[in-house]
């Protein structure tokens, strides 16, 4: 025992940095004894709490956080937002004041300013034929040879006898430069002849050059991905070896094809396409592809052989209907394509628009038929229904689609269009249990903006129906209140005030002495009411909170704004209830002076 108590103390560190004053060493004081089941419990039970805690926190911690930030950009603002009011104010510069503004000066010296650039003169190539074809001839003597007579020694034989070979004609001969010349006007002749080919009228062989527009075209032949002439071949060639490798690949003469398209050799690039419909005749994209690529009747074409070959491609027949141009016989494709696929909503849809109402309305009732599952389109029948038919027309629906919310709400907002309003929040009560029934979760923020879309569309009722079914879902009870006086102000931010009001009149009901519920009600309906709705509702609040003088005094204060002083001036209950409070009785002995 002594000797394993003696390891531990030489295993703990006893250097200074690892001193506290209050906590002594750093370590654990039980990290000798065992961890236990207990123990991995306690922490398991600590850890759940820490991470409810936070949670609880998390929503007041970032609304912190925000209101930090906003703080921190106001007193420290950018460069940018300190001079915007100057910005703005240049708006009001007269172009006298612009004018007189003096130029700013050049601070550069004299060479700086005034650089002497290097004329380079080109020499034509005429110059160097002429002096590579008629040699060098000397006509003068260096004066070094005639400085010492060398010339004039009387040497026998030699010195005045011509040089052997000096006049020959070999210094005549043309250097290899000539050549080079030759070679590069061919080779400019040669580019020239591919430029005008490029251009040319392959069928008719007449020439379509604009002799006046001519340098401007070529830099159109100029490839427009600012990419290097040597990455494009590289990638031809890499897609070459794709596509002779495995030919029956659709990307590989998909990109090959967009590759000499962006490089500006558009045939070259439908016959690619082409040859890729040809090895891969059952791959939608690269019909659509081809499609693309071709002109005017020649898409139509290959779309039509496109069908031939893939009869239940829904995006094959909505490019066949996108090409036509005429309305009947846009139809005329639609039809034909439902005729092979009549299970798809996408053509259905695309059929319906182009339609009269009365034969959309025909058209839906077989679409529906062919489409059970089809929200959107069971909801567009029903809004092309009468009343009683539409009712039959959503049961039908709730029967096909039991998990679809869109459903009850459109029942709902069809009772309340023709004056049902009785039957709005049975509805909506029918649909949160009939959803939980078919296992369906019910998601408040989901169903919160389904309200606000049901506001903005004057469904009042159904919003307000919707509000008060799902407004307590999810929330915990000591939570409630601050939740819910957020989700108030969210609906007033979307400008869906039926909702706010709807969530005030739900949270008064669960809090009605709550003194701070009927303020934040009562300065809504001040901000978006009218004074009778704000004058019912203070009337409720001083009934519940007697003893809140500042509901008291926004009463009286209505009053007295709408003209009606003797009432604002004399409120015994008021007067009563509040007994001798200061708070009170000063307005109520200021009203008759002002």
């Known amino acids: 025992m002594k000797k394993n108590q003696a390891a531990d103390d030489d295993d703990e560190d006893l250097n200074d940095t690892n001193y506290d004053e209050f906590n002594g060493y750093a370590g654990s004081l039980f990290s000798s004894g065992p961890y236990e089941k207990d123990d991995e419990e306690a922490d398991a039970i600590y850890a759940a709490l820490d991470k409810r805690m936070d949670e609880r926190r998390k929503e007041r911690r970032e609304q912190r956080e925000k ?23 240049l ?51 260096d004066p070094r040879q005639t400085q010492f007579g060398g010339l004039n020694t009387p040497y026998p034989g030699g010195l005045n006898t011509p040089y052997p070979g000096g006049m020959t004609p070999g210094l005549m001969t ?9 070679k590069i006007g061919q080779a400019r002749n040669t580019l020239m002849d591919m430029r005008l080919s490029q251009v040319s009228d392959s069928v008719s062989g007449q020439t379509v050059v604009d002799p006046k527009g001519y340098l401007t075209d070529l830099n159109s032949m100029i490839p427009t991905h600012g990419g290097d002439i040597n990455d494009i071949k590289k990638a031809r060639l890499l897609l070459k070896s794709v596509r002779e490798t495995n030919p029956h690949h659709p990307p590989a003469w ?24 040809e090895m891969c005749p059952k791959s939608e994209d690269v019909w659509l592809e081809a499609a693309r690529l071709q002109p005017g009747d020649t898409a139509k074409a290959v779309v039509a ?73 069971w909801l567009a029948l029903a809004r092309l229904e009468t009343y009683e038919n539409a009712r039959k027309v959503l ?59 049901c506001d903005r569309a004057g469904s009042v009722a159904t919003c307000q129906a919707v509000m008060r079914a799902v407004i307590g879902i999810g929330i915990e009870e000591e939570d409630r209140k601050h939740t819910w006086m957020e989700d108030a102000d969210s609906c007033v931010a979307h400008n ?68 009606d002083v003797p009432a604002a001036r004399t409120s015994p209950t008021g007067r009563r209830r509040s007994g001798t409070s200061s708070g009170w009785w000063p307005p109520a002995s200021r009203t008759p002076s002002d």
Not at 309 to 325: D, F, K, N, W
Request: proline share 4%; charged share 30%.
């Open 67 to 89: 209101e930090e930030i906003e703080k921190y950009r106001m007193e420290r603002p950018k460069i940018q937002q300190q001079f915007s009011d100057l910005k703005r104010k």
């Open 174 to 182: 043309p250097g290899t430069g000539e050549l080079d010349m030759r």
């Open 254 to 277: 998909i990109a090959s094809a967009r590759l000499e398209e962006v490089t500006g050799k558009l045939q070259v690039a439908r016959n690619l396409i082409m040859k890729g419909t």
């Open 496 to 563: 869906a005030l039926e909702c706010a009001r709807a969530i005030y009149a739900y949270a008064l009901q669960v809090f009605p002495s709550k003194k701070s519920v009927w303020l934040r009600a009562a300065y809504f309906e001040k901000n978006h009411g009218t004074r009778e709705s704000l004058e019912a509702l203070l009337q409720r609040a001083v009934a519940h909170c007697p003893k809140a003088e500042v509901l008291w005094l926004m009463g009286a204060k209505s009053k007295w704004l709408a003209g």
């Open 305 to 377: 052989q496109a069908v031939r070959h893939l009869p239940q491609s829904v995006r094959i027949y909505i490019r066949a209907a996108e090409l036509e141009t005429d309305i009947r016989a846009k139809k005329r494709v639609l039809r034909k394509a439902l005729e092979h696929v009549p299970n798809s909503v996408r053509l259905w849809k695309a059929a319906v628009e182009l339609e009269e109402p009365e034969d959309a309305r025909i058209m839906l009732s077989r679409a529906v038929e062919c489409c059970p599952t089809s929200v959107e389109l």
């Open 395 to 453: 049961n039908k629906a709730r029967e096909n689609i039991p998990t679809d919310r869109h459903i009850w709400i459109t029942a709902a907002k069809l009772e309340e269009a023709n004056g049902n309003t009785q039957m709005v929040e049975k509805i909506i009560d029918r649909a949160i249990t009939s959803l939980r029934a078919n296992g369906v979760e019910i998601n408040r923020e989901q169903w919160i903006q389904d309200a606000e879309e």
């Open 91 to 141: 708006a009001e510069v007269t172009e006298e004041e612009w004018l007189s503004i003096p130029e700013v000066g050049d601070a550069r010296n004299k060479r700086q300013r005034n650089p002497r650039y290097e004329k380079l003169t080109p020499v034509p190539d005429s110059f160097f034929a002429k002096h590579l074809q008629t040699g060098e001839n000397h006509t003068s003597v």
